[in-house]
């Protein structure tokens, strides 16, 4: 249906003129392509043996296998960039979300720090995740005014941004023109005509870039497979108002802290039912904590209490808004329904909203957790049974709008797994695009764009998992490595400290397991000595706000016990252990 008619309307324009095209774009990604996770593209023009390049997106991804062990998370392998690193004269962002902007603390200082442009929310996420990186490069980060549509001259580029719609406000997408051809790139997005707390994603201004003429159109495919239209949030927000007019009780409301606007749909019907709220969960903490600092989040004087207030009001006039959707472990939620939460447990009456979608793997443990929590006597709500959460990204219908809209010659399908790049390949043929005129790459591909035309080159630039702990950086292969040369000769230690999330203190002694290296019977001493120094990195590495609890930092606590543990062990033992140290806040 929509084939026909915005097709029709577009091609009754006149056609666009021939345009005179010079050097080449290469276009490479790093990151992003069969697998949710580690989004980074590199834009490099070359005309007469020069050289210039951007980069859109510098995020993080999330171990794949337990195999992993040890490993926090993935980031795009750099090598390539720190070869080109003086062409490099800008990095865009798309919105603040860690798969797009986790990794630009490690990268950022190994490609002599460029400029990042981004929209303001996402600036202050960008620079929020920076507190937690002492020593890296402070960012330049130069501020996209949306509403202004400014274009950025930049070399041989010319960058121009939209308002799309998102989980996150703040979300844009990009138009690149160069003179070797002109891109545009969806950023994470999807259509929102009744959006709640955002405007809808700006479809004029798309169709205005596009009738530049766009030969390449990279777009979002994580729900190319979901047949249909996105339901609006504004249907989420009438079936969550549903559970606040009928719950007699306190409403527990789980979901990812980065779902900012639902956390703003929350609020907000807290305020028109009358019901002080509980923000709990450290990641959930922090974002209402930059959100709110940023003006992004509207709310009454007042509203938000502390856990210990909310028994002295009556049961309707609480909302906990928390973490653990997931079933995480340790999470606010998973606290709560094991009765280890310092304050909360299930009160009968409860009712509790998981709104998220279930990440895949978690189905057996969300299940689990959502049984403990009716035992318990709350009356659970979830996403298959109403709707009360919507994905951040396009279903079908609404990628087939964003296509007709553009109308390019090309399609990359981007940001996600590979059968989800397939569905958007099958939804262009649908819509008669030609079989060569789709690209599905895989990570290090290098499409080489001249006169208009894309071909694969036969080079690859390295794109393999470059893993992250603590805060150290490696190449799986290596780390690996050198952990099992030095396991075999010097053993390990592995270090367990259990923090108090409410008062940043360290719960008991911390555990202390080792293999290999000294009999720990006999080394009470050297043990104590250790926890001891252990000790004093969690005192300065947390945070005192006012009554606030504490801001744990955990990475850097994880790094600081792996560099002063080793060197004090090197300096009584003269041996290397591999140290493993472990956090858990409960
Ligand atoms: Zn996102
Ligand atoms: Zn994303």
């Known amino acids: 249906m929509i084939k026909g008619t915005v097709l029709d309307t577009i091609k009754k324009q006149k056609p666009l003129a021939k345009k005179i095209r010079e050097g080449k774009l290469r276009i490479i990604p790093l990151g992003g392509l069969e697998e949710i996770g580690r989004n980074l593209t590199i834009f490099e023009f070359e005309k007469n043996g020069g050289k210039e390049a951007i980069i859109i997106d510098m995020g993080l991804g999330y171990p794949e296998t337990?195999?992993?062990?040890?490993?926090?998370?993935?980031?795009?392998?750099?090598?390539?960039?720190?070869?080109?690193?003086?062409?490099?004269?800008?990095?865009?962002?798309?919105?603040?979300?860690?798969?797009?902007i986790g990794a630009i603390?490690?990268?950022?200082?190994?490609?002599?720090?460029?400029?990042?442009?981004?929209?303001?929310?996402?600036?202050?996420?960008?620079?929020?995740?920076?507190?937690?990186?002492?020593h890296a490069i402070k960012p330049t980060i130069i501020e996209i005014k949306k509403e202004e549509y400014k274009p950025i001259k930049l070399g041989s580029f010319l960058i121009d941004y939209f308002h799309v719609?998102?989980?996150?406000?703040?979300?844009?997408?990009?138009?690149?023109?160069?003179?070797?051809?002109?891109?545009?790139?969806?950023?994470?997005f999807k259509i929102d005509f009744n959006p709640v707390f955002d405007k809808p994603a700006d479809l004029s201004r798309i169709v205005k870039l596009a009738f530049r003429g766009t030969d390449i159109l990279m777009i979002d495919s994580t729900n190319a497979p979901e047949p249909g239209?996105?339901?609006s949030e504004r249907k989420i927000m009438e079936n969550l108002e549903e559970i606040f007019k009928k719950a007699k009780g306190r409403i527990i409301a789980s979901t990812f802290a980065s779902l900012i606007e639902r956390i703003q749909q929350l609020i907000y019907l807290?305020?028109?039912?009358?019901?002080?709220?509980?923000?709990?969960?450290?990641?959930?903490?922090?974002?209402?904590?930059?959100?709110?600092?940023?003006?992004?989040?509207?709310?009454?004087?007042?509203?938000?209490?502390?856990?210990?207030?909310?028994?002295?009001?009556?049961?309707?006039?609480?909302?906990?808004?928390?973490?653990?959707?997931?079933a995480e472990e340790g999470s606010a939620l998973m606290r709560i329904a094991n009765g280890e939460h310092k304050f909360f447990k299930i009160i009968p009456g409860d009712s509790l909203i998981f709104s998220s979608s279930i990440v895949p793997g978690n189905e057996r443990i969300v299940q689990n957790l959502k049984d403990s929590l009716a035992k318990q006597g709350a009356k659970i709500y979830h996403y298959q049974m109403m709707d009360i959460h919507a994905s951040?990204?396009?279903?079908?219908?609404?990628?087939?709008?964003?296509?007709?809209?553009?109308?390019p010659n090309y399609i990359i399908p981007i940001h996600g797994h590979y059968y989800m790049m397939k569905a958007l390949e099958d939804i262009a043929f649908d819509l008669g695009m030609e079989k060569d005129r789709v690209f599905i790459l895989s990570n290090g591909?290098?499409?080489?764009?001249?006169?208009g035309i894309p071909r694969i080159s036969n080079i690859k630039v390295p794109s393999?998992?470059?893993?992250?702990?603590?805060?150290?950086?490696?190449?799986?292969?290596?780390?690996?490595?050198?952990?099992?040369?030095?396991?075999?000769?010097?053993?390990?230690f592995v270090i367990i400290v259990t923090i108090d999330s409410q008062t940043g203190k360290i719960k008991k002694s911390p555990d202390i397991i080792s293999r290999g290296f000294v009999y720990l019977r006999e080394s009470k001493e050297l043990l104590k000595e250790v926890r001891g120094l252990i000790a004093q990195i969690v005192k300065k590495n947390t945070l005192h706000l006012g009554d606030e609890a504490p801001i744990i930092q955990e990475e850097q606590i994880k790094f600081r016990i792996k560099e002063d543990v080793a060197e004090f062990l090197f300096k009584k033992t003269h041996r290397r252990p591999v140290i493993l140290p472990v956090v858990i806040k409960v």
């Not at 070797?180 to 950023?187: E, F, K, P, T, V």
């Not at 591909?445 to 006169?451: A, M």
């Not at 805060?471 to 075999?488: E, F, H, P, S, W």
Request: glycine share 8%; hydrophobic share 40%; with cysteine.
């Open 66 to 100: 337990e195999n992993m062990l040890g490993v926090d998370y993935t980031i795009p392998n750099f090598e390539y960039l720190e070869k080109i690193k003086n062409n490099i004269l800008a990095i865009f962002i798309t919105h603040g979300h860690y798969d797009h």
């Open 392 to 407: 951040g990204h396009a279903f079908a219908d609404d990628i087939k709008l964003f296509i007709n809209l553009v109308k």
């Open 165 to 188: 719609n998102h989980n996150i406000p703040d979300s844009i997408g990009f138009y690149i023109q160069t003179p070797a051809c002109n891109i545009m790139h969806s950023g994470d």
């Open 270 to 326: 807290a305020e028109q039912y009358g019901r002080k709220i509980v923000i709990d969960g450290h990641t959930m903490k922090i974002n209402v904590e930059v959100t709110k600092r940023l003006g992004y989040l509207k709310y009454s004087k007042g509203i938000f209490i502390k856990p210990e207030e909310s028994f002295k009001l009556p049961q309707n006039k609480v909302l906990i808004i928390c973490t653990g959707s997931q």
């Open 105 to 134: 603390p490690y990268i950022l200082e190994k490609i002599d720090n460029p400029p990042i442009y981004a929209t303001p929310l996402t600036k202050g996420l960008i620079l929020k995740r920076q507190e937690d990186f002492p």
């Open 229 to 231: 239209h996105i339901i």
């Open 445 to 451: 591909d290098v499409l080489e764009v001249e006169n």
């Open 464 to 492: 393999n998992l470059v893993y992250v702990d603590g805060l150290g950086l490696g190449n799986v292969g290596d780390v690996v490595l050198r952990d099992r040369k030095a396991l075999a000769e010097e053993g390990m």
